[in-house]
Antibody
Framework: QVTLRESGPALVKPTQTLTLTCTFS??????????VSWIRQPPGKALEWLAR???????YYSTSLKTRLTISKDTSKNQVVLTMTNVDPVDTATYYC??????????????WGQGTMVAVSS | QSVLTQPPSASGTPGQRVTISCSGS????????VYWYQQLPGTAPKLLIY????????VPDRFSGSKSGTSKSATSASLAISGLRSEDEADYYC???????????FGGGTKLTLL
């Protein structure tokens, strides 16, 4: 069974760095065509894709947030980490990680984590 | 402002068929597959349609996706839901890879309400 679980702080102060961890099971990020993305959703608003890391360590970032984001993986721990620098109250959102297995469902997100809510406030 | 454009709302009565549109450009829908996600209130999104019209295992055939044409001029897609049921009340999002942005773009979402 494939599962993903997000973890991180529920509250961060403006200008701080946010670090989120996605811990997954049921698949390996060493498998060809396997990818993990981060997506966020501000309260009452639409989904926004943030970043993706692929099995071969290729990384993609949202152009609007590229300067503030870093995505990395630890295949031994089955984890993907996203860091976001200089957070602002507009970064308040539920943050999801999701799997992409390109061989089966192309560039879709076929399995999602439950999400973790992050509030940015002083 | 989302890169893909969806109507903010849609509605229908039980048993009816509704369609939700998704409009993009040559760099996203015109060049790549379209995906659809269903988000029930308070839950994570769920994959509904991939590669324009394919359903993952477990998704009822009441849900169908289409994309107009196959060339770069085909910049719109739609999701159809037939035999509407109360459990279909949810937000629906379209998405696609964008070659110009080298990333995934989403629509603004459509809230489906049963009357």
């Amino acid at each position: 069974q494939v599962t993903l679980r997000e973890s991180g702080p529920a509250l961060v102060k403006p200008t701080q760095t946010l670090t989120l961890t996605c811990t997954f099971s049921g698949f390996s990020l060493t498998t060809s065509e396997m990818c993990v993305s981060w997506i966020r959703q501000p309260p009452g608003k639409a989904l926004e894709w943030l970043a993706r890391i692929d099995w071969d360590d290729t990384k993609y970032y949202s152009t609007s947030l590229k300067t503030r984001l870093t995505i990395s993986k630890d295949t031994s721990k089955n984890q993907v980490v996203l860091t976001m620098t200089n957070v602002d109250p507009v970064d308040t959102a539920t943050y999801y990680c999701a799997r992409t297995y390109k061989v089966v469902t192309s560039n879709s997100f076929d399995i999602w984590g439950q999400g973790t809510m992050v509030a940015v406030s002083s | 402002q989302s890169v893909l454009t969806q109507p903010p709302s849609a509605s229908g009565t039980p048993g009816q068929r509704v369609t939700i549109s998704c409009s993009g450009s040559s760099s996203n829908i015109g060049s790549n597959s379209v995906y659809w996600y269903q988000q029930l209130p308070g839950t994570a999104p769920k994959l509904l349609i991939y590669k324009n019209n394919q359903r993952p295992s477990g998704v009822p055939d009441r849900f169908s996706g289409s994309k107009s044409g196959t060339s770069k001029s085909a910049t719109s897609a739609s999701l159809a839901i037939s035999g509407l049921r109360s459990e279909d009340e949810a937000d629906y999002y379209c998405a696609a890879w964008d070659d110009s942005l080298s990333g995934v773009v989403f629509g603004g979402g459509t809230k489906l309400t049963l009357l």
